[in-house]
């Protein structure tokens, strides 16, 4: 057999600027991303809670973009839509560096939101496109792998700026984010047409998204399932800092090592998966996202001295359910999609993460001050309510009752 096939890889000749590009663009975001609120605070000398506020509303007015992407994407192509938002997100990157104003740095804000919203709404598209017949699923997980590779990268990067102090490390970052957008982009633009373009081309009225209840189930099932990926970095934060007794240096290296699971992983999981159902792979990730909220619930109630071994356990948990979603939800979309108008529903599948990420941090702030362990009980419950909702439809949907979706 050979390397590439027993790792699970797809053919990439021709295609290696996609890939280039997709880990160029996630080190810049790993470099910067997590520096971005201490860069408004300590460069620009915006108040921290002024910062914070300006960065979700620029995250709310973004909200659109999905449903706008999924109008066009299928007329002007995803790369098209994809390199836009690379240099959208640059010239954010750029404006950042330069101004200091808070309102410049919010309209920065709200156009790297728009860009990243973009970006997110068309890649998948693309992905699917640049994949030949029956790879679609090796190249959302090759896909995926470049991108966490680059940002778990990009993530050390910024622990190493912190690490010099002053203000320059800051401005380094943003700078290196915004070469990092522009250099992607243009990777992406060295993509030979014929890797990316659509044999066929819009051959009538795509169907009406709206009226397809099947599909739009399985965007309320993922999206419970998008908001137990959001807790890792969101909730674990919190409950081990505030609410158990471990070292807090453990952390960075528990969301480190599902990071290197994802980097190194999900090109594997696919060629265990590929022959199995979509739905039944989506449905263990479920049942094991809930497996690991549960045990995170019961860390308060552990003795002392068993609390790290459990966390590690747990995380384990949420490694495995992680690599199992994150390697299938988009193939999943994808093969179920039409041919026509396939853009516009990968386009609507991201609001699952859209929505998520908005709910995140209210849904776990509110719930940790009543009882510490009630958010943890609360997401294993949605979490196995969406394998339910998913185990139900594959056996009640004609199309989801066929082959291997």
Same mark, same amino acid.
């Given at each position: 057999?050979?390397?590439?096939?027993?790792?699970?890889?797809?053919?990439?000749?021709?295609?290696?600027?996609?890939?280039?590009?997709?880990?160029?663009?996630?080190?810049?975001?790993?470099?910067?991303?997590?520096?971005?609120?201490?860069?408004?605070?300590?460069? *620009?000398?915006?108040?921290?809670?002024?910062?914070?506020?300006?960065?979700?509303? /620029?995250?709310?007015?973004?909200?659109? *973009?999905?449903?706008?992407?999924?109008? %066009?994407?299928?007329?002007?192509?995803?790369?098209?839509?994809?390199?836009?938002?690379?240099?959208?997100?640059?010239? /954010?990157?750029?404006? =950042?560096?330069?101004?200091?104003?808070?309102?410049?740095?919010?309209?920065?804000?709200?156009?790297?939101?728009?860009?990243?919203?973009? =970006?997110?709404?068309? $890649? =998948?598209?693309?992905?699917?496109?640049?994949?030949?017949?029956?790879?679609?699923?090796?190249?959302?997980?090759?896909?995926?792998?470049? !991108?966490?590779?680059?940002? /778990? $990268?990009?993530?050390?990067?910024?622990?190493?700026?912190?690490?010099?102090?002053?203000?320059?490390?800051?401005?380094?970052?943003?700078?290196?984010?915004?070469?990092? =957008?522009?250099?992607?982009?243009? @990777?992406?633009?060295?993509?030979?047409?014929?890797?990316?373009?659509?044999?066929?081309?819009?051959?009538?009225?795509?169907?009406?998204?709206?009226?397809?209840?099947?599909?739009?189930?399985? %965007?309320?099932?993922?999206?419970?399932?998008?908001?137990?990926?959001?807790?890792?970095?969101?909730?674990?934060?919190?409950?081990?800092?505030?609410?158990?007794?471990?070292?807090?240096?453990?952390?960075?290296?528990? $969301?480190?090592?599902?990071?290197?699971?994802?980097?190194?992983?999900?090109?594997?999981?696919?060629?265990?998966?590929?022959?199995?159902?979509?739905?039944?792979?989506?449905?263990?990730?479920?049942?094991?996202?809930?497996?690991?909220?549960?045990?995170?619930?019961?860390?308060?109630?552990?003795?002392?001295?068993?609390?790290?071994?459990?966390?590690?356990?747990?995380?384990?948990?949420?490694?495995?359910?992680?690599?199992?979603?994150?390697?299938?939800?988009?193939?999943?979309?994808?093969?179920?999609?039409?041919?026509?108008?396939?853009?516009?529903?990968?386009?609507?599948? !991201?609001?699952?993460?859209?929505?998520?990420?908005?709910?995140?941090?209210?849904?776990?702030?509110?719930?940790?001050?009543?009882?510490?362990?009630?958010?943890?009980?609360?997401?294993?419950? @949605?979490?196995?309510?969406?394998?339910?909702? %998913?185990?139900?439809?594959?056996?009640?949907?004609?199309?989801?009752? /066929?082959?291997? %979706?």
């Amino acid at each position: 057999m050979p390397a590439a096939a027993s790792l699970g890889l797809p053919n990439v000749r021709g295609r290696v600027p996609l890939l280039a590009g997709l880990a160029i663009d996630s080190f810049g975001g790993g470099c910067a991303g997590p520096l971005l609120l201490l860069y408004f605070n300590k460069v *620009a000398d915006i108040p921290l809670g002024t910062a914070g506020i300006m960065l979700t509303v /620029a995250t709310l007015f973004s909200i659109a *973009a999905p449903a706008v992407v999924g109008v %066009i994407v299928d007329r002007v192509g995803p790369r098209n839509i994809v390199v836009g938002a690379q240099f959208a997100q640059g010239l /954010a990157f750029t404006g =950042f560096f330069l101004g200091r104003s808070i309102w410049l740095l919010f309209l920065c804000s709200l156009v790297m939101a728009t860009g990243q919203r973009a =970006f997110w709404s068309a $890649i =998948f598209s693309l992905l699917a496109d640049v994949a030949d017949e029956g790879e679609r699923d090796k190249w959302f997980g090759l896909g995926g792998m470049m !991108q966490a590779g680059g940002l /778990a $990268i990009g993530a050390l990067a910024a622990g190493w700026l912190l690490a010099i102090g002053g203000n320059g490390p800051f401005l380094v970052a943003m700078a290196v984010n915004a070469v990092s =957008f522009y250099l992607a982009g243009l @990777l992406l633009l060295r993509l030979h047409p014929s890797h990316h373009e659509r044999t066929t081309q819009d051959s009538g009225p795509a169907p009406l998204l709206r009226k397809d209840r099947t599909f739009l189930v399985l %965007i309320g099932a993922n999206t419970l399932l998008a908001l137990c990926t959001m807790m890792l970095g969101v909730g674990m934060p919190v409950y081990v800092t505030e609410a158990l007794t471990v070292p807090k240096w453990l952390v960075g290296v528990l $969301i480190a090592a599902t990071s290197v699971v994802l980097a190194t992983g999900q090109t594997l999981v696919v060629r265990h998966t590929e022959r199995r159902r979509r739905t039944n792979v989506m449905v263990v990730a479920g049942i094991t996202y809930a497996a690991w909220a549960l045990l995170m619930a019961l860390q308060v109630h552990i003795p002392g001295g068993w609390v790290v071994p459990a966390l590690v356990l747990a995380t384990a948990c949420y490694a495995f359910a992680d690599v199992l979603h994150a390697a299938t939800n988009n193939a999943l979309s994808a093969a179920i999609s039409p041919e026509v108008g396939r853009g516009k529903y990968l386009s609507y599948w !991201q609001y699952s993460f859209t929505f998520s990420s908005v709910l995140a941090p209210g849904f776990f702030a509110q719930l940790f001050e009543v009882h510490h362990e009630l958010p943890w009980v609360v997401l294993a419950g @949605l979490a196995l309510v969406a394998s339910l909702t %998913i185990y139900v439809l594959a056996r009640v949907a004609p199309r989801l009752s /066929a082959g291997r %979706i």
